[in-house]
């Protein structure tokens, strides 16, 4: 269950894939950049100055792409500089919503879902209402709803305005982390949906080998390593760790994922507990959000929407926030 907006109008949808089967990923919508004097991005794209108290982050702590936002605005240390507001874990069809519930945190603007913000920004908008979304509180505008390129502005763009000094894409390492991401981003990160949400037995298999195939890779790289790439914390990790977060939770069971556990790849659990344990990354993890999502809001692959118990998982996780202190 789900939605998408057309012409600026809320349609409800009932599948997840495409006519073949498959899991199609629509890109994002709006792509300007946040630079530290308003000048455009690194591509050209339409530049907003970063400034205290001008954005606002709208995030699911169910949702991996937005989980990595989070996480890169935590150990930037700009929480203060950058409210966000927390959906509620189930997405049905009204999408995400900020119905009341332990843990959401509402829309300042009174949006009760979020495709009222897409619609606010733009009512003539098309296309899915997702997570993350970083909104300029001056312009009413959205800046940009793609977690890839949000963590990548975020790393360097509040640093004139006293962000903790970490750079999670260094100039010297960004072709080994280009490539990375390239492959976690396709049979990983995105891999896992592609296999959970197949309607056809062969896409499913195809899916699941080639997420199995990259696991055992990252597994061997892994050996002797705390980091993907060169040796220090990178944003390859953060987009790693998010997929790996969810893993034995959800993936494994809820999207058929279930070759292996990661608690059973010694080097991918030892390397996943070891960036979860961090402060500012634990602060981030809300299991109870990412389990009732996937298995309340997914209808047509857990009609019932049970909720599993299991598994037992220590990531050192710190209890919810409340709207007051998030
Ligand atoms: N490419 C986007 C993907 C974000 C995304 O797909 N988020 C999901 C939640 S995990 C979402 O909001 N889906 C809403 C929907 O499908 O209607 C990104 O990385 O930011």
Not at 169 to 179: G, K, M, T
Not at 196 to 213: D, I, M, P, R, T
């Amino acid at each position: 269950m789900g939605g998408v907006l057309k012409d600026g109008e809320w349609v409800s949808e009932e599948s997840f894939a495409n006519e073949e089967g498959r899991y199609d990923r629509q890109p994002s919508q709006f792509r300007g950049w946040l630079t530290a004097d308003g000048a455009p991005g690194p591509d050209g794209q339409e530049g907003f100055k970063a400034e205290a108290d001008r954005y606002h982050l709208y995030v699911s702590y169910a949702c991996p792409w937005a989980h990595r936002t989070l996480i890169l605005r935590a150990l930037k240390g700009i929480e203060e500089m950058l409210p966000i507001s927390v959906t509620h874990w189930l997405m049905r069809d009204q999408g995400w919503t900020f119905h009341e519930g332990p843990g959401v945190i509402p829309d300042p603007m009174g949006h009760e879902t979020l495709h009222g913000i897409y619609q606010h920004a733009d009512p003539k908008v098309n296309g899915k209402a997702t997570v993350p979304v970083l909104w300029d509180k001056k312009t009413e505008r959205i800046v940009n709803n793609e977690s890839s390129e949000i963590i990548r502005m975020l790393t360097r763009a509040f640093d004139g305005l006293g962000a903790k000094p970490l750079d999670t894409y260094p100039d010297a390492l960004r072709s080994e982390i280009d490539e990375v991401n390239e492959r976690v981003y396709h049979t990983v990160n995105n891999g896992v949906y592609k296999a959970g949400f197949a309607e056809k037995q062969k896409v499913y298999e195809e899916e699941v080998e080639k997420l199995f195939s990259s696991l055992r890779w990252l597994e061997d790289r892994l050996e002797g390593e705390d980091y993907l790439v060169g040796n220090t914390l990178t944003e390859a990790d953060i987009r790693l760790l998010t997929t790996l977060l969810r893993f034995d939770a959800v993936y494994y069971g809820h999207f058929k994922c279930n070759v292996t556990r990661i608690a059973d790849m010694p080097n991918l659990h030892r390397y996943m507990l070891g960036l979860a344990r961090m402060p500012e990354v634990a602060g981030t993890i809300h299991l109870d959000h990412i389990k009732g999502h996937y298995y309340g809001s997914h209808r047509s692959i857990n009609p019932t929407g049970i909720v599993p118990v299991g598994p037992e998982l220590d990531f050192g996780s710190a209890p919810l926030p409340d709207a007051g202190n998030a």
